[in-house]
């Protein structure tokens, strides 16, 4: 993604477009999905369960793509890595910032059909899928 903020000459729109296809590519939205509606998952018919996966894809991949108005080159470094429960891996990171305190992002990876993708994000130990 920084490759792409970093891309002057592409206009915000074509940014954006980018930004949303490597998000299509590297978070599983069906995990998050039901991550997410929890107990509620299996209360949800099958028609219910694909259309709230498809608008949450749609909302995120939008919402992440959206914050390239406010890149101001950040850096982001990463801290650490570690196994979690279920064979899950954590790769922990951290925003640098001018003149600011550093963030601290940490990305919750599973294994899906041989590639790592992104299933929960923590921003200061807060949950996107929890929130």
Do not use: C
Request: charged share 35%; hydrophobic share 40%.
């Amino acid at each position: 993604v920084l490759p792409t903020l970093k891309d002057d000459p592409l206009p915000a729109e074509a940014r954006r477009e980018r930004i949303v296809a490597i998000a299509y590519e590297s978070f599983d939205f069906d995990t998050m999905s039901k991550l997410v509606l929890a107990k509620y998952w299996k209360r949800f018919d099958a028609a219910q369960r694909e259309e709230f996966m498809k608008e949450f894809k749609d909302f995120l991949a939008h919402r992440y793509g959206d914050r390239i108005d406010r890149y101001e080159q950040e850096k982001v470094e990463i801290v650490g890595e570690r196994s979690a429960k279920g064979g899950d891996a954590i790769l922990a990171t951290r925003i640098l910032r001018r003149g600011g305190e550093p963030t601290a992002v940490d990305y919750r990876l599973r294994s899906r059909d041989g590639a790592w993708l992104v299933i929960d994000v923590k921003i200061e130990g807060i949950s996107l899928v929890s929130n």
